[in-house]
Nanobody
């Protein structure tokens, strides 16, 4: 059974850094894009960043571009989200999910939550000012 497990969330102060991990189980890692999404209390789930595991093509939401970096390690079946210069508005539960993605040429991955499935349980990130 396909499964994604997030870890690494914690409480930090503004300006700090965190690295989230999304470990994949039960499917061919390189056939998929993995995305990070977040949901703040009372808000809808939004895309943060996505990566294609086959060639490393990436997408970043404007709100995190230049501060967050997504990476994929096929040897560990794990996708990381390095988050720097964290802001209070980054506070949310962070989820990872997957989307079948096996294009022939590198293209920016689709990163809409409605396109992704096999959601993990999430990891809480809290940024205090």
């Amino acid at each position: 059974e396909a499964q994604l497990v997030e870890s690494g969330g914690k409480a930090v102060q503004a300006g700090g850094s965190l690295r989230l991990s999304c470990k994949a189980f039960g499917f061919v890692f390189d056939d998929y894009a993995i995305g990070w999404f977040r949901q703040a209390p009372g808000k809808e789930r939004l895309e943060v960043s996505c990566v294609t595991n086959s060639d490393g093509s990436t997408y970043y939401a404007d709100s995190v571009a230049g501060r967050f970096t997504i990476s994929s390690d096929a040897s560990k079946s794990t996708v990381y989200l390095q988050m720097n210069n964290l802001k209070p508005e980054d506070t949310a539960v962070y989820y990872c999910a997957r989307k079948l993605w096996n294009t022939v040429v590198p293209v920016t991955p689709i990163c809409s939550p409605s396109e992704y499935h096999s959601w993990g349980r999430g990891t809480q990130v809290t940024v205090s000012s």
